[in-house]
C-alpha cells in the first residue's frame, strides 16, 4: 500500500468511528472533515507528493472519501431531524401552533374593577391608602377615640406594642387622608385589602377586601347616598331592590346597612340569605360630622355620605361562591372557571 493510500484508509476509520449524536457532535463532524480546514483538505494536500502516474487515482480516491463522508454526514443530519431542508424533517409546518394557556384574571380583580367602572361612570375617582395605618388613621380620625367600645367590634392585628401602628381594618382609613389632602368636593374610591384577627372560616378570613366610597360636598342627603346605592345594586346584580337598615358605626350618624333582595331564590329564601329574602353587602351613612372636623373640614358648610363594601361578599354573591377559603388557595381548577369574565 502506497503511503497516501494508508492515509486515506486511516482517515476513513476515523470518519467511520466518529460518534455523531446530537447537533452538535453533528456540527463538530462537519467541520474536522468537511470544513475548510478539515481533515480532508489535509489529505487534499498530498497531492503535491503523489507521483504524477499516481495523481490521478489519489485523485479518485480522495473524492470518493469525499462523496463518503458527505453522504454520511447528510444521513446524520436526516436521523436527528436538523436539516435546513424541510423535506427531510419530521416536522409539519402546517400544524397549528401549541395553545398558550393564558392566565386569568382573579375573581377579586374582576369584581373589584367592575365596581370601579361602575362608580367611575358617576364621578368616583380610585383613591388609595396603606395597609400599614396608624391609629389616628384608622381608628381616632374616624370617631373612634381609644377607649371607644366599638374598636372592639373590629380584632386589629397590632404592629407595635403601644398599638400606635397596626394593618388597616378596614379602607375607611383611606377616607381620613383623601379628606386630609384633597381638594373638596371629594368623590373617591377605595378598594384594597384589610386584615382582621379572625379565624378562618368558610364565611370569615383574616385578610380580604373592601371597596370604599365618600363623596363630600355642599348639601350633600342621605338621599344621595341611596340613589347612589341604587343605581350601583342595579348595575352590578342587576336589581334595585335595595333596603337600608339602621345600624350603627362611630364615623357616621346615621348609619345604615345596605342589604340587597336575594336574586339568588328571588327572596323565596335560600342558604345564600339565609331564608330571610335579603343579603348584606355593606355599610353606609352620613359622614359624622366629627369626622369632618377632625380633618379640618367646615361641618357646617359641607355634608357627605360614605359607604364600605366587602369584595369577597360581592363576588360570593355574584359567582355563588360559598367558601370564602377559595379565594385564596390559587387552585387553578377554581380560578378557571373565570375564564369567561371579562
Ligand atoms: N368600615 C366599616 C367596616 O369595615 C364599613 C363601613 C360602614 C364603611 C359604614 C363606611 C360606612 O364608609 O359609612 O365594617
Redesign the pocket.
Known amino acids: 500500500m502506497t503511503s497516501w493510500n494508508k492515509e486515506i484508509e486511516d482517515l476513513r476509520q476515523i470518519i467511520n468511528q466518529f460518534e455523531v449524536k446530537d447537533a452538535s457532535s453533528l456540527e463538530a463532524f462537519r467541520i474536522a472533515f468537511l470544513g475548510t480546514k478539515g481533515k480532508l483538505k489535509d489529505v487534499m494536500q498530498l497531492m503535491k507528493e503523489v507521483p504524477n502516474e499516481e495523481k490521478k487515482i489519489f485523485g479518485q480516491a480522495v473524492n470518493e472519501l469525499k462523496s463518503f463522508t458527505e453522504s454520511l454526514f447528510e444521513n446524520y443530519k436526516t436521523n436527528l431531524g436538523t436539516s435546513s431542508n424541510p423535506k427531510s424533517l419530521n416536522i409539519d409546518f402546517w400544524a397549528t401552533a401549541t395553545k398558550q394557556n393564558l392566565g386569568v384574571r382573579h375573581p377579586i380583580s374582576l369584581v373589584r374593577n367592575e365596581i370601579i367602572q361602575i362608580f367611575s361612570k358617576i364621578g368616583f375617582v380610585v383613591a388609595e391608602g396603606p395597609e400599614i395605618e396608624d391609629d389616628w388613621h384608622n381608628f381616632t380620625a374616624l370617631n373612634t377615640p381609644k377607649d371607644h367600645p366599638a374598636r372592639d367590634?373590629?380584632d386589629t392585628f397590632f404592629l407595635t406594642e403601644d398599638k400606635e401602628f397596626l394593618l388597616r381594618?378596614?379602607?375607611?382609613s383611606a377616607?381620613i387622608r383623601a379628606m386630609e389632602h384633597q381638594n373638596l368636593p371629594l368623590r373617591i374610591l377605595t378598594p384594597g385589602r384589610?386584615f382582621r384577627n379572625e379565624t378562618i372560616s368558610a364565611r370569615a378570613h383574616c385578610t380580604f377586601h373592601?371597596v370604599?366610597?365618600?363623596y363630600i360636598d355642599e348639601g350633600v342627603s342621605f338621599a344621595d347616598l341611596k340613589q347612589c346605592i341604587y343605581y350601583f345594586a342595579k348595575e352590578m346584580f342587576g336589581s334595585e331592590n335595595v333596603r337600608f337598615r339602621p345600624s350603627f358605626?362611630p364615623?357616621?350618624e346615621p348609619?345604615a346597612e345596605i342589604d340587597i333582595s336575594c336574586f339568588i331564590c328571588n327572596q323565596k329564601g335560600c342558604n345564600v340569605c339565609k331564608k330571610s329574602g335579603w343579603v348584606e353587602i355593606?355599610?353606609?351613612?352620613m359622614v359624622d360630622p366629627n369626622v369632618l372636623k377632625n380633618c379640618k373640614l367646615d361641618s357646617n358648610k359641607y355634608s357627605g355620605f360614605?359607604?364600605?363594601m366587602g369584595i369577597e361578599r360581592i363576588a360570593m354573591l355574584k359567582y355563588q361562591i360559598n367558601d370564602i377559603r377559595l379565594f385564596w388557595q390559587n387552585d387553578i381548577r377554581f380560578l378557571n372557571q373565570f375564564k369567561a369574565a371579562f
Open positions: 367590634m373590629q381594618t378596614h379602607t375607611s377616607q384589610v373592601q370604599e366610597g365618600l358605626f364615623f357616621t348609619s355593606g355599610g353606609s351613612g360614605a359607604f364600605g
